[in-house]
């Protein structure tokens, strides 16, 4: 069973910064993209930022320039650093695989969430 699971959300004042990771466990024979969504709330989830496995990027215009998406693949982990960050950031972020190839076969997953508030 593949499981992904978020962790670095929190409350921060506009103009911080924070650091969210999501590593994916389980028996994984490779991830190709991994991203990060959001949500806020009554809005869309949307994509933030996404990477590929060579470390191909791309973000949404809203946060380029100040989020920046990393990954490592030894530990099948996606980071998202995120300065600069302002009220309008402030939603559920979930991280994404999608085509994971896994013991059990090729997957989607998510994460559960975790939830960024930016104080203004």
């Known amino acids: 069973q593949v499981q992904l699971v978020e962790s670095g959300g929190g409350l921060v004042q506009a103009g911080g910064s924070l650091n969210l990771s999501c590593a994916a466990s389980?028996?994984?024979?490779?991830?190709?993209?991994m991203g990060w969504y959001r949500q806020a709330p009554g809005k869309q989830r949307e994509l933030v930022a996404a990477i590929t496995r060579g470390g191909s990027r791309n973000y949404a215009d809203s946060v380029k320039g100040r989020f920046t998406i990393s990954r490592d693949n030894a530990k099948n982990t996606v980071y998202l650093q995120m300065n600069s960050l302002k009220p309008e950031d402030t939603a559920v972020y979930y991280c994404?695989?999608?085509?994971?190839?896994?013991?059990?076969?090729?997957?989607?997953?998510w994460g559960q969430g975790t939830q960024v508030t930016v104080s203004s």
């Open positions: 389980g028996i994984i024979l490779r991830i190709n993209t």
């Open positions: 994404n695989a999608p085509g994971v190839i896994a013991r059990q076969g090729i997957g989607d997953y």
